[in-house]
């Protein structure tokens, strides 16, 4: 018989497996039996794990040299498939059992993982401090080669006095779910900001103590390729700007002279006139492009000369031009001679961005049309011609 993944827990409770902390572990077992894994609890109140003396013998030669417990905790936290790190609040900060556990993890703080497997972090207080020992829980998953997937954290005076404990017990359901979830998927969360802190800090101060206390912490980092980039040390890379890169050019000129229009309409006291809402009436993407005209604002023209070239595809198939001049708009079938912009669409999409339905920016990010020529002209749209 297969043997069932399991997600390990370290619990830094002196309680136990009576404590508040060790009922908040066990609300996650009912959801993660139910996905097929199986949830192993470490006490670290029953083991033996000395304090840490800031030798710095790990980050020398790979290993503490204290011979005790620790070793196999982090030897299981290493070989999960996920990971649960849980401590209550004491003094506004973790138990000393979890504190002592996690300074003596320090070798590992310093030669991060290759793997990103889920983790949780788990931390209830009496009403003061369990969101911020949650977040500290979180950061250091990454110590043992995971990240965050959430965090579990309640309120409770005395054992078992959850405040909302139903609330409780339906988010360790949810967590615990969404555990198994990325287990069994192999997701991967985003990189944050701590992600790229922590990268550029400790690349840069194991770099700078390679001669010293750091060679082997020094050696990790090259043999795991994590000097090559960010990009190498999150697995993860960034996707291709869909941004035409006329288009921020294009955005800041259009600001500008919306601005400049503002202050000259403000100045001469003057009130812009409703435009023409024929246009929204149109059935067809050819009708619409001849109605345009009619929809034209030529105060928002002034001065421009310009043709705007429409090759519809789709449902319709047809090349249109609109040519402004002279504070005027006209309407021709077929294409110009040399359009200034020219705009590639399916029918049905320029219909509804004509309606109001879609956006027209976000329509052209998602590649839905294509545009060529100048760009500030498809900016000026929205001024030019009413919906």
Same mark, same amino acid.
């Given at each position: 018989?297969?043997?069932?993944?399991?997600?390990?827990?370290? $619990?830094?409770? /002196?309680? @136990?497996?009576?404590? $508040?902390?060790?009922?908040?572990?066990?609300?996650?077992?009912? *959801?993660?039996?139910?996905?097929?894994?199986?949830?192993?609890?470490?006490?670290?109140?029953?083991?033996?794990?000395?304090?840490?003396?800031?030798?710095?013998?790990?980050?020398?030669? @790979?290993?503490?040299?204290? +011979?005790?417990?620790?070793?196999?905790?982090?030897?299981?936290?290493? !070989?999960?498939?996920?990971?649960?790190? !849980?401590?209550?609040?004491?003094?506004?900060?973790?138990?000393?059992?979890?504190?002592?556990?996690?300074?003596?993890?320090?070798?590992?703080?310093?030669? /991060?993982?290759?793997?990103?497997?889920?983790?949780?972090?788990?931390?209830?207080?009496?009403?003061?401090?369990?969101?911020?020992?949650?977040?500290?829980?979180?950061?250091?998953?990454? *110590?043992?080669?995971?990240?965050?997937?959430?965090?579990?954290?309640?309120?409770?005076?005395?054992?078992?006095? %959850?405040?909302?404990?139903? !609330?409780?017990?339906?988010?360790?359901?949810?967590?615990?779910?969404?555990?198994? &979830?990325?287990?069994?998927?192999? &997701? &991967?969360?985003?990189?944050?900001?701590?992600?790229?802190?922590?990268?550029?800090?400790?690349?840069?101060?194991?770099?700078?103590?390679?001669?010293?206390?750091?060679?082997?912490?020094?050696?990790?980092?090259?043999?795991?390729?994590? =000097?090559?980039?960010?990009?190498? =040390?999150?697995?993860?890379?960034?996707?291709?700007?869909?941004?035409?890169?006329?288009?921020?050019?294009?955005?800041?000129?259009?600001?500008?002279?919306?601005?400049?229009?503002?202050?000259?309409?403000?100045?001469?006291?003057? *009130?812009?006139?409703?435009?023409?809402?024929?246009?929204?009436?149109?059935? *067809?993407?050819?009708? #619409?492009? !001849?109605?345009?005209? #009619?929809?034209?604002?030529?105060?928002?023209?002034?001065?421009?000369?310009?043709?705007?070239?429409?090759?519809?595809?789709? +449902?319709?198939? %047809?090349?249109?031009?609109?040519?402004?001049?002279?504070?005027?708009?006209?309407?021709?079938?077929?294409?110009?001679?040399?359009?200034?912009?020219?705009?590639?669409?399916?029918?049905?999409?320029?219909?509804?961005?004509?309606?109001?339905?879609?956006?027209?920016?976000?329509?052209?990010? +998602?590649?839905? =049309?294509?545009?060529?020529? +100048?760009? $500030?002209?498809?900016?000026?749209?929205?001024?030019? %011609?009413?919906?």
């Amino acid at each position: 018989m297969d043997q069932k993944p399991t997600i390990v827990a370290v $619990n830094g409770s /002196p309680h @136990g497996g009576i404590g $508040n902390t060790s009922q908040m572990i066990g609300m996650l077992r009912p *959801t993660l039996t139910q996905e097929g894994f199986d949830l192993e609890i470490i006490n670290l109140a029953e083991l033996d794990i000395q304090y840490c003396t800031g030798c710095a013998f790990c980050m020398e030669k @790979g290993k503490c040299w204290i +011979d005790d417990d620790h070793r196999g905790v982090t030897e299981r936290l290493l !070989a999960a498939q996920g990971i649960v790190l !849980a401590s209550p609040v004491y003094f506004f900060s973790v138990t000393g059992q979890m504190k002592t556990f996690l300074d003596r993890s320090l070798a590992f703080g310093h030669k /991060p993982r290759s793997t990103w497997k889920p983790g949780l972090a788990i931390s209830v207080s009496a009403g003061l401090g369990e969101t911020d020992v949650a977040s500290y829980l979180g950061f250091l998953l990454r *110590t043992f080669g995971a990240f965050p997937v959430g965090a579990l954290t309640a309120m409770a005076v005395q054992p078992g006095g %959850f405040w909302g404990k139903e !609330a409780i017990e339906a988010r360790a359901a949810d967590l615990a779910r969404d555990l198994a &979830r990325a287990i069994m998927e192999n &997701r &991967r969360y985003p990189a944050t900001d701590r992600d790229l802190r922590y990268y550029q800090f400790m690349g840069d101060l194991v770099r700078s103590q390679k001669d010293t206390v750091m060679g082997h912490d020094f050696r990790h980092w090259q043999e795991h390729g994590f =000097y090559e980039g960010f990009q190498a =040390y999150i697995q993860q890379r960034p996707a291709e700007s869909t941004r035409d890169p006329g288009m921020r050019e294009a955005w800041i000129k259009d600001m500008i002279e919306q601005q400049k229009e503002k202050k000259k309409t403000q100045a001469g006291g003057e *009130t812009r006139k409703a435009r023409a809402p024929g246009a929204i009436a149109a059935k *067809t993407c050819r009708e #619409l492009l !001849a109605m345009m005209p #009619l929809a034209f604002n030529a105060a928002a023209a002034e001065g421009l000369s310009a043709v705007y070239q429409f090759e519809v595809q789709g +449902d319709e198939t %047809f090349v249109a031009h609109l040519r402004i001049s002279e504070g005027a708009c006209t309407f021709h079938e077929g294409p110009a001679d040399k359009p200034n912009l020219t705009i590639k669409t399916p029918a049905d999409v320029w219909l509804k961005i004509s309606r109001g339905e879609i956006s027209g920016p976000q329509a052209f990010l +998602d590649g839905r =049309y294509k545009v060529e020529g +100048d760009m $500030n002209l498809l900016l000026k749209m929205n001024r030019l %011609f009413s919906r």
